[in-house]
């Protein structure tokens, strides 16, 4: 074959491979999502790179509807996707699959198709969470000329320096200031926090769960990180029994020795907290306070909580700890530890519960648990101290 016909069959092949994209294109914006699909895949067979991603997004959409005539029985026959009609219309998306047709657009090199399969692979969305191959072709988009990606890969990936306490809380300013900015310097910053210690780890994870508990959107694509035993470095963690639920108040969490946490429930009488007394084990509660905070479970935004200041002695005592752990089947990690605080609480009717740090006039929202109710949160607005006493 000549070069001529050789240019003339590949210029064919191009012009193909466009046709079905634009009819693909032209079909999904109708509606004709199998059709549409159909096309794109036609395409895709000759290695059409947007044809793939196009495949790939209407698996993770999970957006199929009915066609005009349902052709079944042939993509069954033909191992085909089967796509989910009926009177309901339901979206359901195919992770495993979209993943999969992003990375065929990946190794062919398309930016965009590496970014998004990076970020499914260091997740684990459609597919086992595989870091060291997530971050492969989140570096493979960058190379491709998806800059964006860049930031995702300090997300998963620490950047391994090593600071002071000091040195840390001001790289915590620095980010927390980046975020509610919008600066993309947060990414950066927040691969240095992730090489902290675990001391340094429970800071970090007391920032993030207080902006996840009133929806502030800038913060969610930062993760937690864990100890060993994979259990979250937060102010608070809860385990559910029976019951009653097991919280470990991680006191690294806090700069100030001895923190106050506002308790509020709506079973909960500020001015006579023998539910509290009750149940809160070898806690002292100093005083009350009020406070506005987004509506949760049956809670409204006005909250009344009594307020217990924990110490690094608060803890519940050998044969109360026992009961606990025989309760929870705990791990030794769950319970132990010089800068933890315990207490169980118990219900038997449906309740809010929730949990506030309380520092000078500042109040961040660090743990919320219902039975019953709704467990809607209200978009993001910022607690607010409306009062607060204290019995010295």
Not at 32 to 37: I, T
Not at 120 to 141: F, N, P, R, T
Request: charged share 30%; glycine share 8%; with cysteine.
């Amino acid at each position: 074959m000549g070069l001529l016909e050789k240019l003339f069959g590949k210029r064919k092949e191009k012009n193909r491979k466009e046709t079905y994209r634009r009819e693909g294109l032209e079909l999904e914006q109708e509606g004709k999502f199998e059709e549409a699909f159909l096309k794109y895949e036609k395409a895709a067979e000759m290695d059409d790179v947007p044809s793939m991603v196009y495949i790939a997004r209407m698996y993770l959409s999970g957006n199929f509807r009915p066609a005009a005539s349902s052709n079944l029985t042939e993509l069954l026959l033909r191992g085909g996707p089967v796509f989910p009609w009926n009177l309901r219309e339901e979206k359901q998306p195919d992770y495993q699959s979209g993943l999969e047709w992003l990375i065929k657009a990946g190794d062919l090199g398309s930016g965009p198709a590496c970014e998004t399969a990076g970020n499914m692979l260091c997740s684990g969305i459609g597919c086992q969470a595989d870091m060291e191959k997530g971050i492969e072709y989140l570096e493979k988009a960058a190379a491709n000329g998806q800059t964006s990606a860049r930031k995702y890969i300090c997300l998963y990936r620490p950047d391994g320096r090593k600071l002071t306490d000091e040195a840390y809380e001001a790289c915590l300013a620095e980010f927390v200031k980046a975020v509610d900015s919008k600066n993309d310097k947060a990414y950066e910053l927040y691969a240095t926090l992730k090489s902290g210690t675990q001391k340094q780890l429970a800071r970090l994870g007391r920032i993030l769960i207080a902006a996840q508990n009133i929806r502030k959107a800038g913060y969610e694509p930062f993760r937690f990180s864990a100890g060993p035993s994979g259990i979250p470095l937060l102010p608070i963690v809860s385990k559910r029994g029976a019951w009653c639920t097991f919280l470990r108040f991680n006191m690294d969490a806090w700069q100030e020795k001895a923190p106050l946490i506002a308790v509020s429930s709506d079973i909960l009488d500020v001015k006579n907290p023998l539910w509290l007394l009750q149940y809160l084990q070898h806690l002292e509660i100093v005083g009350t306070a009020t406070y506005r905070s987004p509506a949760f479970g049956w809670l409204d935004e006005r909250k009344e909580a009594v307020l217990i200041r924990f110490s690094g002695g608060t803890e519940l005592d050998a044969d109360a700890m026992n009961e606990v752990v025989e309760s929870f089947a705990l791990m030794d990690e769950e319970y132990k530890g010089d800068s933890s605080a315990f207490m169980v609480e118990v219900g038997e009717k449906e309740y809010s519960f929730e949990a506030a740090g309380i520092n000078g006039d500042k109040v961040e929202v660090l743990w919320r648990y219902t039975i019953g109710g709704s467990s809607d949160v209200q978009e993001c607005f910022e607690p607010e101290l409306i009062s607060m006493d204290i019995d010295l």
